[in-house]
């Protein structure tokens, strides 16, 4: 069978300006190559900077942002598109080739209805007619499940909701009838709920339309639902190519073992969950426009023990913990800690009820000073808390560090020379400095990658063991709840679904909205998805 | 007004990108709409939700009518309160207790100043300014003749400047990074730093006295034919299209680039369509609000270039007529100058909002 | 940052700033002429003893430009330098304190800036009386509420950040807030924008002082001599353009160093490679 598309020893280049420096070439990817025959869906997988995006677009001929490609073929039926020049290339693009960016809310134009977006490329490649465009457009939306599909082109971009116009975008892309479709993380961006029904839905209209497909995410799980084939890439080269069944049943490389086996790790909640740390009475928040983003929220932590708040975007489990620190004071309902009742508000709190709440943030970037030394960041509590100073802060600065597995080479280091994993370290570390009894992790690893998320949710864990300190951990991800939780609380929309030992939580009889969290979250598992859609309850709401 | 709004903390914490947070650069937009339906309020708190466009733009005019009102006050209360009287200062060397007695009662200034903003104020919303102090002659009169005079030397400027800011700085993005971009950067950013005057001199001295093809200086009067009139004001609309171009071409440079560098832009590219399409539907409606943002905040610009550009060339506009009157300290024709002045600033601030508000389609349409 | 990053064209608008700095230190050292005094005949031309010719009361023309560079620098960066300190102060408060006070300051922040800074400037010193101070002080003034606006504008994109957050969750005072936490962070724009704002005062003084509201004979400054000598012109005589050059040149060199710090800046912010 002759092959679709044919990419040979792949190379691509970017030129980066560091400020103050020579600008300096960078190669982005390097011998890459693989097959894709018609119909099927390659999975192209990997960390930030695998450079998986920038092969997706050599598929296209593309370069964003000043990359080049400098070496390879790109056949595509057998012609090696880098060689057209730019009319041939525009002939090849949106026409035979189509693509389906992460964020549809910034990749459509805002000026122009829907529905004329999707058919453009058809018509001005003469594809087909207008009436005929329009008919498949139709088909598609329907297709694809979107709702009211006679008028929904007559919108306009913003007029629709963000996992809407990510169908929107697949269905642009599907309309011209094109061989091969790049799809660049089109999930990645969308809440849990909303991340399977899109994809059901475009692995459903590639099925229907048998169109072949790049499939570029950093998660596994997703691509394992939906490729034939999957190439896993680190650094901008090939880890390891194989069939689907093959890379996740019996990856031959460390790193595909590691990715494949990540988020497995189950911890056994602690059986005594009397007492409490912290305790939540009938809490109700809100802000100053009067808009209400908590209804009457309870819940309580025991020492040492972690409480994990799953929800997704718009469910109040941020807004929670800004209303434990005292950012955003109750408007009803108190909130006890260690058996005395904390001040509403930031102001009214002394400087040790603080140093005893101390929190995580989900950017590390945004969290650090970036002016300040790790030094500096780790030291200031020191000083503000306990007022330590000289050899003594240095000493202690130190000790933290390597609680952290970060030796004191760090020290004298900005924020800006760390990778990602040891940012949120050194905020884990400034945390420790006050001496906490309770950490506020906010989406700590969703910002991680998965091989570093695990460490950090490691490093939690021990820590925990060494200090008996408490985590209100929040986050929407169940598999962290399964690794970390003692008690778990389900939100949504701004009220307690759920509350209660994980191993009541977690196991039926559920409620429909817990039922279909649970079922949201992709398993390492072939066929997961088409079994999950034959068994919940409910569709989500934010589609 | 660029103010972003309140709520961008708690919304970006989620993490989730959702949608992007709707108009946060256009002041005045009204809180979102309320989704927990609280939407009986009041009549205009139901009017902003169904039409928000309307509501906007009636916000804008309040808006501007309301600061002109402020600003008036300004002109006339503020500088009563600053230090120094009138009439000591009018009188200057010469001021006799008795002279600033006399000179207090000829100029109305012992009664109440409330009472004078009033009448004031009244006469001024009539086209009535009072009479000059220095010259007894009604200021309404005066300013009539001389309004037109520095109508007719900005509109010109503008007619010449706004095509031909907005061309290059097209031509500036079409050669991004190269050759043309870079000379037309150098020369923008020499001629942003110089003074109106030196170009004003500097364009006199080579086509008035050296080469005798312009005429200085730039007199009109009632009896010149309008051909005559355009050719005596040559100079001086040279003069001020030199003065806003650099500015406007740059910040149209700036405007169409932060347009073309956006997602969209990178779709309509990647379904293979023609540059000359990209730019005709995709870009230039987007770019079009900036851009007449940019054209309206340019021509205030240029109503107060005019007031140097005036005195250069000795043109018998509303400028020159505000800088004689400082000199001699002549207050009323100082208070009515100015108060005119700002209101053109303030209509052409105003109508650079508004176009933007129009232009922008997540307005137009509403959920 | 090293030296060699720093590009050709900061390297002129550095020297040029550099050469009027010292003409106005050591101006009675440089000058070949006292600023005052008449030492030949009226709009002598460029040469011979006079390098730059003669002023039309028959001053030498090169001294007093040497002179004068010491008045328009002194009195635009004392004006700069209090609109800044006046701006940033106001800005910060407003960014930091928020609420009511926020909301004032912008207010009345928005009204000075509805009135176009020259018209402004006219109205007030058409009261005012003639003095150096008190001119600065109208120019810091009227300046500051750009200063402000842009202050506001970067001290709330960095006051939004979790970094501060986490300091408020500390318990740590305003003032360190402000200074340890934003303040070094808003450095860089910061500084570029004083470039903008001097650069704009030197002209903005040499206008004044042209309409004849700015700077009073004898004293020699840039845009009183365009206002001194423009009689000249029509006979073809270029002693107002010199002065006018000067004005020219220093602008510029200051916006080529603003320029640079403002790519500096942005190049710092952007950057996020997206593979």
């Known amino acids: 069978m002759p092959e679709l598309l044919s990419v040979k020893n792949l190379k691509i280049e970017a030129t980066s300006y560091p400020p103050g420096e020579q600008p300096k070439v960078v190669t982005l990817v390097e011998g890459v190559s693989f097959d894709l025959q018609k119909g099927k869906v390659l999975g192209l997988i990997g960390e930030s900077g695998a450079g998986k995006s920038t092969i997706g677009l050599s598929a296209l001929a593309y370069g964003r942002g000043g990359c080049r490609i400098i070496g390879g073929e790109v056949l595509l039926n057998g012609r090696d598109i880098l060689k057209l020049d730019r009319s041939g290339i525009n002939s090849v693009r949106g026409a035979q080739v189509c693509y389906v960016a992460q964020s549809a809310a910034a990749a459509f134009n805002?000026?122009?209805?829907?529905?004329?977006?999707?058919?453009?490329?058809?018509?001005?490649?003469?594809?087909?007619?207008?009436?005929?465009?329009e008919k498949r457009a139709l088909y598609l939306f329907r297709v694809l499940g979107l709702p009211n599909p006679e008028t929904f082109g007559d919108r306009y971009p913003h007029?629709?909701?963000?996992?809407?116009?990510?169908?929107?975008?697949?269905?642009?892309?599907?309309?011209?009838?094109?061989?091969?479709?790049?799809?660049?993380?089109?999930?990645?961006?969308?809440?849990?709920?909303?991340?399977?029904?899109?994809?059901?839905a475009i692995k459903h209209a590639i099925e229907e339309t048998n169109t072949a497909a790049l499939y570029i995410t950093h998660d596994l799980a997703v691509v394992a639902q939906i490729s034939d084939d999957i190439m896993v890439l680190r650094h901008g080269k090939t880890v390891e190519y194989g069939t689907t069944k093959q890379v996740i049943e019996a990856p031959k490389e460390d790193y595909t073992r590691a990715l494949v086996s990540v988020r497995q790790t189950k911890r056994d909640e602690a059986s005594d969950q009397s007492g409490a740390l912290l305790k939540i009475e009938r809490i109700h928040a809100g802000y100053a426009n009067g808009f209400k983003v908590l209804h009457e929220v309870s819940m309580h932590l025991p020492k040492g023990q972690t409480l994990a708040i799953v929800g997704e975007s718009g469910s109040g489990k941020s807004t929670l913990a800004r209303v434990i620190t005292g950012l955003l004071p109750p408007s009803e309902g108190r909130i006890t800690f260690d058996g005395k009742e904390l001040p509403r508000a930031l102001k009214g709190r002394t400087n040790d009820e603080l140093r005893r709440i101390q929190m995580i943030y989900q950017m590390a970037d945004t969290a650090m000073n970036p002016r300040q030394t790790v030094r500096d960041i780790i030291g200031r509590p020191l000083s503000f808390y306990f007022g330590m100073h000289g050899a003594r802060k240095t000493e202690r600065v130190k000790e933290l560090l390597d609680q952290i597995e970060m030796g004191p080479r760090f020290l004298d280091r900005y924020p800006a020379e760390l990778s990602g994993g040891q940012k949120q370290r050194v905020a884990i570390a400034r945390a420790l400095a006050a001496r906490p009894e309770l950490i506020l992790c906010d989406e700590p690893t969703s910002a991680l990658d998965p091989l570093v998320a695990e460490g950090i949710l490691n490093l939690l864990l021990r820590l925990q063991e060494e200090t008996a300190v408490s985590y209100v951990f929040i986050t929407h991800d169940i598999a962290i709840v399964r690794a970390i939780a003692d008690s778990v609380a389900v939100m949504h929309r701004g009220r307690l679904v759920r509350f209660g030992p994980k191993s009541k939580v977690l196991s039926p009889p559920f409620d429909d909205y817990t039922d279909l969290l649970l079922k949201s979250v992709p398993e390492m598992e072939i066929g997961w998805l088409e079994k999950v859609l034959k068994t919940r309850r409910m569709e989500s709401a934010g589609n | 007004m660029m103010e972003s709004g309140p709520m961008t903390g708690p919304v970006l914490t989620d993490g989730t990108a959702g949608e992007p947070p709707r108009s946060a650069d256009l002041s005045g937009v009204p809180a979102k709409p309320n989704p927990t339906g609280e939407i009986g309020g009041t009549f205009w708190r139901r009017f902003g939700f169904r039409r928000p466009l309307a509501a906007l733009i009636l916000q804008r005019l309040g808006l501007s009518v309301g600061l002109l009102f402020a600003v008036s006050l300004m002109i006339f209360g503020g500088i009563e309160a600053l230090p120094g009287d009138f009439a000591t200062t009018y009188l200057g060397q010469s001021a006799t207790p008795q002279a600033v007695e006399n000179i207090r009662k000829d100029l109305g200034l012992d009664r109440p100043w409330s009472e004078r903003y009033l009448n004031w104020l009244g006469g001024a919303v009539q086209g009535d300014f009072g009479t000059s102090w220095a010259s007894k002659n009604s200021v309404s009169e005066q300013i009539g003749k001389r309004l037109g005079n520095s109508l007719f030397l900005a509109f010109f400027a503008a007619l010449i400047s706004v095509p031909l800011a907005v061309g290059l700085g097209m031509l500036a993005v079409q050669f991004r990074n190269r050759m043309p971009d870079k000379i037309i950067n150098v020369?923008?950013?020499?001629?942003?730093?110089?003074?109106?005057?030196?170009?004003?001199?500097?364009?006199?001295?080579?086509?008035?006295?050296?080469?005798?093809?312009?005429?200085?200086?730039?007199?009109?009067?009632?009896?010149?034919?309008f051909t005559e009139r355009l050719s005596a004001i040559a100079l001086p609309v040279a003069t001020l299209v030199l003065v806003v171009l650099a500015h406007m071409m740059r910040m149209t440079r700036a405007a169409i680039l932060n347009v073309m560098s956006s997602a969209y832009v990178e779709t309509a590219e990647?379904?293979?369509l023609s540059t000359f399409r990209i730019i005709a539907r995709h870009a230039a409606p987007n770019a079009v609000a900036p851009v007449i943002n940019v054209i309206a905040l340019n021509l205030a610009y240029l109503v107060v270039g005019v007031v140097?550009?005036?005195?250069?060339?000795?043109?018998?506009?509303?400028?020159?007529?505000?800088?004689d009157a400082v000199t001699v300290r002549d207050m009323p024709v100082v208070q009515a100058c100015g108060l005119i002045f700002a209101a053109f600033y303030i209509f052409l601030n105003m109508a650079a909002d508004v176009l933007a508000i129009l232009a922008n389609p997540r307005l137009r349409h509403p959920r | 940052m090293n030296l060699r990053s720093i590009p050709l064209s900061a390297w002129i608008g550095i020297a040029g700033i550099a050469i009027a700095i010292l003409c106005a230190i050591f101006a009675p050292v440089i000058a070949p002429y006292g600023e005052r005094d008449v030492v030949g005949e009226i709009w002598l031309p460029a040469g011979g003893d006079f390098l730059l010719g003669t002023d039309n009361l028959g001053r030498d023309l090169l001294s007093r430009l040497i002179y004068g560079a010491r008045t328009t620098i002194f009195v635009a960066l004392a004006a700069t330098v209090v609109s800044f300190s006046l701006g940033m102060i106001l800005s910060f408060a407003a960014a930091v304190m928020g609420g009511f006070v926020d909301q004032l300051f912008s207010r009345f922040n928005d009204l000075m800036m509805a009135i176009p800074t020259l018209i402004f400037a006219l109205v007030v010193l058409a009261v005012l009386p003639q003095h150096l101070w008190i001119l600065i002080l109208v120019m810091a003034v009227l300046d500051s509420t750009r200063v402000f606006r842009i202050g506001r504008a970067v001290a709330l994109d960095v006051a939004v950040m979790e970094f501060v957050e986490a300091a408020r969750l500390r318990g740590e005072g305003s003032l360190w807030i402000i200074f340890r936490e934003i303040l070094p962070n808003t450095l860089s724009p910061l500084l570029a924008e004083f470039g903008l704002r001097f650069a704009f005062s030197i002209l903005f003084l040499s206008t004044l002082s042209f309409l004849g509201l700015g700077i009073q004979p004898p004293a020699a400054d840039w845009g009183g001599m365009v206002k001194d000598n423009?009689?000249?012109i029509i006979f073809?005589?270029?002693?107002?353009?010199?002065?006018?050059?000067?004005?020219?040149?220093?602008?510029?060199?200051?916006?080529?160093?603003?320029?640079w710090l403002m790519k500096r800046t942005s190049s710092l912010k952007g950057g996020r490679g997206d593979a």
């Not at chain 1, 007029?159 to 799809?183: D, H, K, W, Y």
């Not at chain 1, 993380?185 to 899109?198: G, K, N, R």
């Not at chain 2, 005195?311 to 018998?316: G, I």
């Open chain 1, 110 to 133: 805002p000026a122009h209805k829907l529905g004329d977006q999707v058919i453009e490329a058809s018509l001005r490649h003469g594809i087909m007619t207008r009436d005929e465009a």
């Open chain 1, 159 to 200: 007029q629709v909701s963000g996992g809407q116009l990510q169908r929107a975008m697949t269905a642009m892309a599907l309309c011209p009838n094109p061989e091969l479709i790049v799809f660049d993380e089109p999930t990645t961006a969308l809440d849990v709920t909303t991340q399977i029904d899109v994809l059901a």
């Open chain 2, 187 to 225: 020369i923008s950013l020499a001629a942003i730093s110089l003074p109106e005057f030196f170009i004003g001199y500097l364009l006199i001295m080579f086509f008035a006295v050296q080469w005798g093809v312009a005429t200085f200086p730039a007199t009109v009067y009632d009896s010149m034919s």
């Open chain 2, 270 to 272: 990647l379904k293979g």
């Open chain 2, 308 to 323: 140097v550009v005036e005195v250069v060339f000795v043109y018998p506009g509303m400028g020159q007529y505000m800088v």
């Open chain 3, 230 to 232: 423009k009689d000249g």
């Open chain 3, 236 to 259: 073809g005589i270029s002693a107002a353009l010199v002065p006018g050059a000067a004005i020219a040149t220093l602008a510029i060199c200051v916006n080529l160093v603003v320029d």
